[in-house]
């Protein structure tokens, strides 16, 4: 399968778990009576909701750029991390709520056994879902799903989490009848929420960075001017590099300081040469040269990029005040 293949097989791979695990531990918490696992469910729906979202948005941001989009729709992936972090958000104020509730009003639970059951199946599946996601995720840099991924492996930990909470619900039954340890369940969903507020609030940074245009992360900016540093002397020098995300897509724009003699056609194929090498490390970018004549004007910004040394540099000035001298000798 392709990358696009692969992003929609696994974004299906996970509405369908999220479809299965949230009917069974919706189910079962209702039978059992337990707030933490009815809990787990709501996490699950919201899972699930985030799935779909997920799957929206990596099909959509695959469609090519259009008159109404000329940059792509890779952005529809930040915008939808965004709103599964808002959703996770809600659920997290909903579970505390009514865990509060049941502290204050303890009711007796049934059937624990099955609880525990379920949220080891839980805590599995999503491992094991979560993981798939991480790595296509990370192969084809889709925001969307590296999202999705996180919402499951926050999943694991708090299913595990209610998992504890319930065994030990249940051996203290077993061990010791008189002792009161129902409030072990609310604790364990009120627990299961702050990790839930967490994860929001990494994934609201993650996905809203890059809808602020924020720039390309510190060791893909060293490599393009690493790249751009090894092209001297060809290239003597760059400036006003700038960079930014949308999705997987990359969009990075720089001006190139060249010999002024160089021929139009020689810019061309060297704008082509280096625009082919930074899509072939860096794959989906979009990169836009404005290629410059090194004239010996030596602005504060060419000066920050100028690859020549300081003897080439003065001879480069040197010879564009004589030019200057002399073009102002023939208008007089």
């Excluded at 778990?17 to 039978?31: C, E, H, P």
């Amino acid at each position: 399968m392709d990358a696009q293949q692969r992003k929609n097989a696994v974004a299906w791979l996970s509405v369908v778990s999220n479809t299965v695990l949230m009917t069974g531990k919706l189910i079962i918490g209702s039978l059992v009576g337990s707030v933490s696992v009815v809990s787990e469910a709501i996490h699950s729906g919201v899972d699930l909701l985030a799935a779909v979202i997920a799957l929206f948005a990596v099909k959509t941001s695959n469609k090519v750029a259009d008159a109404e989009h000329p940059f792509g729709h890779g952005k529809v992936e930040n915008i939808s991390g965004t709103v599964e972090a808002l959703l996770i958000f809600v659920a997290a104020g909903w579970i505390i709520y009514e865990a509060v509730r049941k502290l204050l009003t303890p009711e007796p639970l049934e059937a624990i056994g099955w609880g525990v059951g379920i949220m080891l199946v839980s805590s599995v599946v999503n491992l094991a879902v979560s993981a798939l996601l991480f790595k296509v995720g990370r192969e084809t840099d889709s925001v969307a799903l590296q999202a999705d991924a996180w919402h499951l492996r926050t999943d694991v930990y708090t299913s595990a989490g209610v998992m504890v909470g319930l065994g030990l619900i249940l051996l203290g039954q077993r061990l010791a009848p008189g002792m009161n340890l129902l409030w072990l369940d609310p604790l364990a969903a009120i627990a299961v929420a702050l990790l839930i507020i967490h994860a929001a609030w990494t994934l609201t940074k993650q996905s809203g960075r890059d809808l602020m245009d924020a720039s390309l992360p510190a060791a893909e900016i060293a490599w393009i001017r690493a790249r751009l540093n090894g092209l001297a002397p060809t290239v003597r020098g760059f400036h006003h590099l700038r960079t930014r995300k949308a999705g997987a897509a990359r969009f990075i724009e720089f001006h190139a300081v060249v010999d002024k003699d160089l021929t139009v056609e020689r810019a061309h194929h060297l704008a082509d040469a280096v625009t082919r090498d930074i899509k072939a490390h860096l794959p989906g970018a979009t990169v836009t040269i404005h290629i410059e004549p090194c004239d010996g004007t030596c602005r504060p910004a060419c000066l920050e990029g100028c690859r020549l040394t300081p003897e080439d540099r003065a001879a480069v000035c040197a010879g564009a005040a004589a030019a200057k001298a002399g073009r102002e000798r023939l208008s007089s």
